[in-house]
């Protein structure tokens, strides 16, 4: 083997599975019951980084890709989407999940205490980014809403990167303001006008689900991060009241909602109610066992969006009742082996970098529960993704960028137990 291939062979070995192998003889640490020593009898690949964590994402990203070719295979029956192939949605996703996989791949490589001190430029990047996208002529208009910037055949949503944005913003903030995080004028409250700014400018594309999403993000880090209880609840109720007030000041919000309690009633079955009605007819068509892969009725241009954000009624049809619990198990372990990561961080003294992996739980976790909540008809309908599985190249992108910064955490937790340095 010639020196450079094998430079380059032994620096992949370092990412994947190498820890140096210097590290000096260190105190075990205890996180939650659970003992972590140095032992020369683990091999370095397994403490590199989560395995079962990095096998339970690709899982998930294999099954959406799937039910993505299953859900959008018959779209091009439809006069809107008569020129695309069959395979069409197929390969754009195959597309975003490769490049999603490089910047995961490049985000895996940047040091936490880089993404501390870029996260306020970061921040400025995103709001920039919402700005441009309300420009006529930059933003791109679908279906009413201005929220794409166009590049090259590609669309892209800045609101994707405002989420991620927030969350490392707010992680460094609460790092910055821990000696005065019980003072609300000077811990709080300049982190709620922050996040307003970002509400502000989602809402006028519109995006109502983003800005709950961004809002859940920065009010799960202010509460781990040690604000109390008081002012976490003034600022629930806040937000609350916020989205209350929004809804009620909407006539077509205020619809969605009245749909959401009666989807087939007569007044919202061929409305506002049409694609909630269509999910629970797919999900019960599926009774416990589903109706087997491909075997889907409701996709075939009854159920709109079918590939993107009601993926999870295509699933519970060809699925059933065992492939609706499979998900929802798949996303519980995986939030809960997260956080678990995130207070792991935290109690090596790493503050920035655990409200950062807990803070992706958060993202992560709650995007599936509006989700799942949506097409099972527990929660009024909303344009939120299935993480990971649903079509749609900006959030996938965002997504493994945000699960690779995580396996960072765990990569350098792992690294500092064994007696090396970050």
Known sequence: MTAPASTLLQRV???????????????PVRVGGTEYRQSSSTPASVLGFDQALLWVVVALLAWGLVMVYSASIAMPDNPR????????????????????????????????????????WLF??????????????????????????????????????????????????MVRKME????????????????AIVGVLLLAEPDMGAFMVVAVIAMGILFLGGVNARMFFLIAGVLVGAFALMIASSPWRRERVFAYLDPFSEQHALGKGYQLSHSLIAIGRGEVFGVGLGGSVEKLHWLPEAHTDFLMAVIGEEFGLLGVVALIVLFLWMTRRIMHIGRQAIALDRVFAGLVAQGVAIWIGFQAF?????????????????????????????NLVALAVVLRVDYENKLLMRGGRV
């Open 370 to 398: 509006i989700n799942m909540g949506v097409n099972l008809g527990a929660l009024p309908t909303k344009g939120l993704t299935l993480p990971l599985m649903s079509f749609g190249g900006s959030a996938i992108l965002m």
């Open 13 to 27: 070995t370092g990412w994947f599975g190498g820890l140096p192998g210097k590290a000096a003889d260190v105190l």
């Open 180 to 195: 005065v995080k019980e003072r609300f004028f000077r811990a709080v409250l300049p982190m709620g006008a922050a996040v």
């Open 124 to 173: 400025i990047v995103a709001l920039l980014m919402l700005v441009a996208v309300l420009i006529p002529g930059v933003g791109k208009v679908v279906n009413g809403a201005r929220r794409w910037l166009s590049i090259g055949p590609v669309g892209f949503q800045p609101s994707e990167v405002a989420k991620f944005a927030v969350l490392i913003y707010a992680a460094d903030y």
């Open 81 to 120: 989407f008569a020129n695309y192939a069959s395979t069409h949605f197929l390969t754009r996703h195959m597309m975003y999940l490769v490049v999603g996989f490089v910047a995961a791949l490049l985000a895996f490589q940047v040091p936490m205490a880089l993404w501390e001190r870029v996260a306020p």
